[in-house]
């Protein structure tokens, strides 16, 4: 009858342990499983080009601003966007013209460094789909004249034939990007970014060319391809959206 008591008491204490530790195990496998799957934050950051601001207080025939921002939604994927205005005025050998127009450029980066404790710089790869809306102005040229017989060949014609604006056109192309990032305080980026253009189609205007379009650059007839650069200022906001 003792051994039979003691057998009954010691099944009936191994069940209420059991059931006071099932809590605790459940607890501690909801707590591991929360953190072995972190969520990404999705972090903004926005900037402004420092290289065109400059060049227009130095440069009577340049007006120009470019804005950037990225947006970090999985750990080191960013997608990134460039939205750009210039106003241009160029002389070449024969030919005075004004290029005015807008640029938006979107894409992914892909940042390649791995950072140390604290630190949070960026060396990146990616990509942009571009596309420009502008007008080209032809203000004046000159006829190209090897025989110079005629009095006053070498003048400009400012009007007349060919001159004048033409508007309405689109500029579509593709850019690969290498970019750096370097937090030089608390929120606070300077980036450079270096990008290798490849024209895929543009609207050709009515007796002229598009030698210059924003965003692009220099176009050429033998050449499909341009590069280009920016040196942002950029700022990532104090807050976090997760995922």
Avoid at 8 to 25: D, F, H, N, R, T
Avoid at 30 to 48: A, E, M, N
Avoid at 161 to 178: H, I, K, P, Q
């Amino acid at each position: 009858m003792h051994i039979w008591v003691f057998c009954i008491s010691l099944l009936w204490a191994s069940s209420l342990l059991g059931q006071e530790e099932a809590p605790k195990l459940l607890e501690e496998s909801t707590q591991d499983s929360i953190v072995s799957t972190p969520k990404t934050p999705l972090t903004l950051r926005v900037g402004v080009d420092l290289y065109r601001p400059v060049r227009s207080r130095i440069d009577d025939a340049f007006q120009g601003i470019e804005w950037a921002g990225d947006l970090l939604f999985r750990k080191n994927t960013f997608i990134a966007m460039e939205f750009g205005s210039i106003e241009v005025t160029k002389q070449t050998e024969q030919v005075n013209y004004t290029t005015l127009g807008n640029y938006l450029k979107l894409g992914l980066e892909l940042n390649m460094y791995e950072n140390w404790e604290g630190m949070n710089n960026h060396v990146t790869l990616g990509f942009r789909i571009a596309r420009s809306s502008f007008s080209q102005t032809l203000n004046s040229y000159t006829i190209l004249d090897r025989t110079p017989f005629w009095i006053g060949y070498d003048e400009p014609v400012q009007s007349g034939f060919s001159t004048g604006m033409r508007e309405n056109l689109n500029a579509f192309w593709v850019e690969a990007v290498l970019g750096f990032k370097v937090q030089l305080f608390k929120n606070i980026y300077l980036g450079l970014g270096l990008r290798l253009h490849r024209l895929v189609n543009d609207t050709i205007p009515d007796n002229f060319e598009n030698i210059y379009i924003p965003g692009f650059n220099r176009k050429t007839d033998e050449n499909k391809f341009g590069a280009s650069f920016n040196y942002t200022l950029s700022y990532s906001l104090p807050f976090r959206f997760h995922r």
